[in-house]
């Protein structure tokens, strides 16, 4: 039977998705059902002295959940300090203060605006500049939430003796995730069992919430997952809070409730991208080879800590960018604000760091007059060097051939040779990026996940995949087939994917981290390959056909299933104290380039071409695999150029897509993707690695690149939008040099 990993096999949900048969959970009802809303803050700091409804208004038929409905009002994350609803104090805009809920939504929204909260308001703190002076205290003595140091060879001390030594500061913005389909949720109680449907990434980090609100043990609560329209991180933990809200009313009203959010209220309410200011010093010598690397990273949290450490750690674990340093020192802090939880969003973290790695190598070009390309792949990564975090790197490192690759296929040399085209009153340029990512959560996480799976045998030939991984639009279900079917030896239409239900699936995991293939995959095929076996060893005891052996053992539970728990590879080694050691299994490498035209008079920047070379270990499915590395690649294109999220006194001034601006596919520019293969020993389907999180990691630092080449403005704040190239040009001609 011809594999079919590796193949562009039909997506397995592409025919419901594309008739409109799937059903998301809006579409979704039960008997009896009422629709629920939520009162929020409007300031980012105060006491919260009580909620007032109008005696005017008629609450016959309303119900009205408060902080004093809550059993116990946390919201179980990393840290506890988060409330379901506000109680005794408010921490920023929009925090949920109160629920509402009723049969009809045009009464709903007239009970809402009945409903007043009575606060007192208190000094908040909204940017990283005034946590860190910590003159408002909002989360202990100085406002950190987290700390992380590393340390390799002589640290900072690395810089002393160093022929050229540059210093730079980098800084980005909030972005919004802007998944298709808004947070939402639909609950109900059978007796004392919590039932939850609903748009979500993890259902086992769901269940894990409301067994805490509600005293409840595991099989008292089911959590499923309905068709998800997207997450990209900000379906991780978010959705916990909406199953809560919605269960809090179906509790207190007897009936089903459905909760689901308006554009509006998802972006000024949900998590967002960490905002960051890295500072950057670097020492090397004057032909270019990097010596010493020291960075001060600061994240901005948000109001409460929700998953800002794993954000935070990998953001340090990726701050060196994809290059030999003898000497490291990385600072990272998160600091608290009176804004909307931060959260995860695709890279999480490494985005941030690797934006300011890039940009500060393109400012060690400029200063020794090198061509940008020549000193990225002198201090390329190669297998048998060591990351600052002392990993030595012993397999599946492809940095040098997606440099290689990505620059070839652009012709970069030939267009960078050239100088900037300037035709009338635009400019081209063209930029390069390098990265990488690392697959799998970091250091010890996997071992304390513990992630499983289960493959069953079914009777007819059939087989079914059962894990808590979920497919948010990436395409789990169609690749989990595939390896599935291949280790199997059946077709793969013969694989069935169980929906993700808490009741049904063991805990894989959350689908986060670039991890879902990588490594629930790995599981997946171990499973179906001990299957495969065990049908194998019953046709040859029975003298049977394999068919007959596998009709024998569907009708035998005990045979039937195969579960598995993941086991990281030996050797490894990770000390969370120091943090040493080997932080991921493996990295994925990539690099792009882009090139760009900008308007001279309006400094519109359009990108005109875009080449990203990506080392996937093995492309599982390759249109899907390059369908997730240009999907990530416009996400960065629009942190880079035109997402930027406005806010004043911690309230978002833009919440709505006509003032919030992603990119489109008509702004989406001619892409060239090359899925370069370097295979992890450990990976599925022949060396598998992670890849969802990767592309978004150099798209920007290119596009940044690109624009200097063009117009000779530097700017290292995104996004580079129209004003402040305006506002770079203006101080360039009056003398002030780059901005």
């Given at each position: 039977?011809?594999?079919?990993v590796?193949q562009a096999v039909?997506?397995v949900?592409?025919?419901?998705k594309a008739s ?6 809006d579409?979704?009802?039960?008997p009896g ?14 006491r ?7 005696p005017s208004?008629?609450w016959s038929?309303v ?9 116990v009002?946390?919201v179980a ?6 409330p379901v609803l506000a109680?005794?104090e408010?921490r920023h805009?929009?925090?949920?203060i109160?629920l509402?809920?009723c049969?009809?939504?045009l009464r709903?929204e007239?009970a809402l605006?009945h409903?007043t909260?009575r606060?007192?308001p208190l000094p ?5 500049g ?15 939430m987290?700390?992380?140091a ?5 640290g900072?001390?690395g810089?002393?003796g160093?022929e050229?030594?540059v210093?730079?500061?980098y ?6 995730h802007?998944?298709?389909e808004?947070?939402g ?7 004392d ?8 990434q993890?259902?086992?980090y ?11 043990a595991d099989?008292?609560?089911d ?5 998800t329209?997207g997450?990209f991180?900000?379906k991780?933990e978010?959705?916990?809070?909406v ?6 009313l179906a509790?207190?009203s007897?009936r089903?409730?459905k ?15 960490h ?11 004057r032909?270019g080879t990097?010596?010493?690397?020291a960075?001060r990273v600061?994240f901005?949290?948000g109001?409460?800590?929700t998953?800002t450490?794993v954000v935070?750690?990998r953001?340090a674990?990726h701050?060196t960018?994809p ?5 490291v ?5 998160a600091v608290?604000?009176?804004t ?5 969003f695709?890279?999480?973290g ?15 070009a400029r200063?020794?007059?090198l061509?940008p390309?020549d000193?990225?792949?002198?201090n390329l990564l190669?297998s048998?060097?060591?990351t600052?975090t ?5 397999e599946?490192?492809g ?5 290689d690759?990505a620059t ?6 030939n267009?960078?040779?050239?100088g900037?085209?300037?035709a009338g009153?635009t400019?081209?340029g063209v930029g ?5 990512h ?7 996480g ?6 499983r ?10 087989a079914r ?23 199997l030896g ?6 069935d994917?169980?929906?993700?239900s808490t009741r049904?699936v ?6 986060v981290?670039?991890?879902t293939v990588m490594?629930v995959g790995?599981?997946?095929e171990?499973?179906?390959?001990e299957l495969?076996?065990?049908?194998g060893?019953?046709a040859e ?6 068919a007959?052996?596998h009709?024998?053992l569907a009708?035998?539970p005990?045979?039937a299933t195969?579960?598995?728990q993941y086991?990281?590879?030996?050797g490894?080694?990770w000390d969370d ?14 690099c ?20 990203t070379a990506?080392?996937?270990g093995r492309a599982?499915?390759p ?16 942190w880079a ?5 406005v806010?004043?006194?911690g309230?978002?001034l ?7 601006i992603?990119?489109?596919?008509l702004d989406?520019?001619?892409?060239t993707?090359?899925l370069?293969e370097?295979p ?11 890849v969802?999180e ?7 630092p ?14 290292d704040?995104l996004?580079l939008l129209?004003?402040d ?11 002030g040099?780059?901005?």
């Amino acid at each position: 039977m011809a594999p079919v990993v590796g193949q562009a096999v039909p997506r397995v949900d592409g025919p419901a998705k594309a008739s409109g048969s799937a059903r998301y959970v809006d579409d979704l009802t039960r008997p009896g059902m009422l629709f629920g809303a939520t009162l929020r803050s409007p300031v980012p700091r105060g006491r919260l002295l009580g909620v007032d409804r109008d005696p005017s208004f008629d609450w016959s038929g309303v119900t009205v959940v408060t902080a004093a409905d809550v059993p116990v009002n946390v919201v179980a994350t990393i840290e506890r300090d988060q409330p379901v609803l506000a109680a005794g104090e408010v921490r920023h805009v929009a925090e949920p203060i109160a629920l509402v809920a009723c049969e009809d939504r045009l009464r709903l929204e007239r009970a809402l605006a009945h409903l007043t909260p009575r606060i007192e308001p208190l000094p908040a703190v909204l940017t990283i500049g005034e946590a860190l002076e910590a003159r408002t205290a909002i989360h202990g003595a100085d406002n950190v939430m987290k700390r992380y140091a590393i340390t390799k060879g002589r640290g900072r001390d690395g810089l002393t003796g160093c022929e050229v030594v540059v210093t730079g500061r980098y800084e980005t913005g909030a972005q919004e995730h802007v998944y298709i389909e808004p947070q939402g949720m639909l609950a109900w109680w059978e007796g004392d069992d919590a039932h939850v449907v609903g748009s979500l990434q993890c259902p086992y980090y769901v269940q894990k919430g409301i067994k805490t609100v509600f005293g409840l043990a595991d099989d008292g609560v089911d959590v499923t997952q309905a068709t998800t329209g997207g997450g990209f991180g900000g379906k991780e933990e978010y959705p916990t809070v909406v199953a809560l809200h919605a269960l809090l009313l179906a509790r207190k009203s007897g009936r089903p409730v459905k909760l689901v959010y308006g554009r509006k209220e998802d972006v000024e309410a949900t998590t967002k991208r960490h905002p960051s200011v890295v500072e950057i010093t670097t020492g090397c010598d004057r032909d270019g080879t990097f010596r010493a690397f020291a960075a001060r990273v600061v994240f901005d949290g948000g109001a409460y800590v929700t998953l800002t450490p794993v954000v935070l750690s990998r953001g340090a674990l990726h701050a060196t960018g994809p290059y030999r340093w003898d000497d490291v020192s990385v600072e990272a802090l998160a600091v608290a604000t009176n804004t909307p939880p931060n959260g995860a969003f695709r890279g999480f973290g490494a985005p941030q760091t690797q934006w300011a790695v890039e940009r500060h190598v393109d400012r060690i070009a400029r200063t020794l007059d090198l061509d940008p390309l020549d000193l990225r792949l002198r201090n390329l990564l190669r297998s048998g060097d060591t990351t600052a975090t002392g990993q030595l790197l012993a397999e599946s490192v492809g940095a040098q051939r997606c440099a290689d690759e990505a620059t070839w296929a652009s012709g970069y040399r030939n267009r960078r040779g050239a100088g900037p085209v300037v035709a009338g009153r635009t400019a081209r340029g063209v930029g390069v990026a390098c990265f990488w990512h690392g697959a799998g959560f970091t250091g010890s996480g996997e071992r304390y996940l513990k992630g499983r799976v289960a493959v069953d045998l079914l009777p007819g030939g059939q087989a079914r995949i059962r894990t808590a991984s979920t497919d948010i639009g990436q395409g789990t279900e169609t690749v989990f087939r595939q390896i599935a079917a291949d280790a199997l030896g059946v077709p793969m239409a013969s694989v069935d994917f169980a929906i993700p239900s808490t009741r049904v699936v063991p805990d894989s995991g959350p689908t986060v981290a670039s991890r879902t293939v990588m490594v629930v995959g790995s599981i997946v095929e171990a499973a179906a390959r001990e299957l495969a076996e065990r049908v194998g060893r019953e046709a040859e005891r029975s003298g049977s056909t394999r068919a007959e052996a596998h009709e024998r053992l569907a009708g035998t539970p005990a045979l039937a299933t195969c579960e598995k728990q993941y086991e990281p590879p030996p050797g490894l080694a990770w000390d969370d104290a120091t943090y040493t050691g080997d932080a991921y299994p493996v990295f994925g490498w990539g690099c792009d380039v882009a090139e760009v035209e900008v308007d001279l008079d309006t400094f519109e920047t359009k990108v005109t071409g875009f080449w990203t070379a990506v080392d996937v270990g093995r492309a599982i499915h390759p249109v899907l695999c390059a369908g997730q590395v240009e999907g990530g690649t416009l996400q960065a294109i629009g942190w880079a150029l035109t997402e930027k999220l406005v806010t004043r006194g911690g309230k978002v001034l833009n919440p709505r897509m006509t003032d919030y601006i992603v990119p489109t596919s008509l702004d989406a520019p001619p892409f060239t993707t090359l899925l370069v293969e370097e295979p992890y020993s450990r990976g599925p389907g022949g060396g598998a690695k992670g890849v969802g999180e990767l592309p978004m990691d150099g798209g920007a630092p290119a596009i940044a690149a690109a624009v200097e080449h063009a117009t000779s403005l530097v700017l290292d704040r995104l996004p580079l939008l129209p004003e402040d190239l305006f506002e770079a040009s203006g101080a360039a001609r009056s003398g002030g040099g780059p901005a």
